[in-house]
């Protein structure tokens, strides 16, 4: 059957995904708000 329950490889696989690309959206966003040419406020 083609929906089946993930098992833990694939958990653990999705949850380091997951936290990478967490990681690099908060690392970009510090870049981008320290950048000068963006003058927030």
Do not use: R, W
């Not at 380091?16 to 990681?23: A, E, Q």
């Amino acid at each position: 059957m083609l929906l089946q329950m993930f098992d833990d490889q694939d958990l653990g696989f999705f949850a380091n995904f997951l936290g990478i690309f967490i990681f690099v959206l908060v690392i970009a966003y510090h870049y981008v708000m320290a950048d000068p040419k963006y003058e927030g406020n």
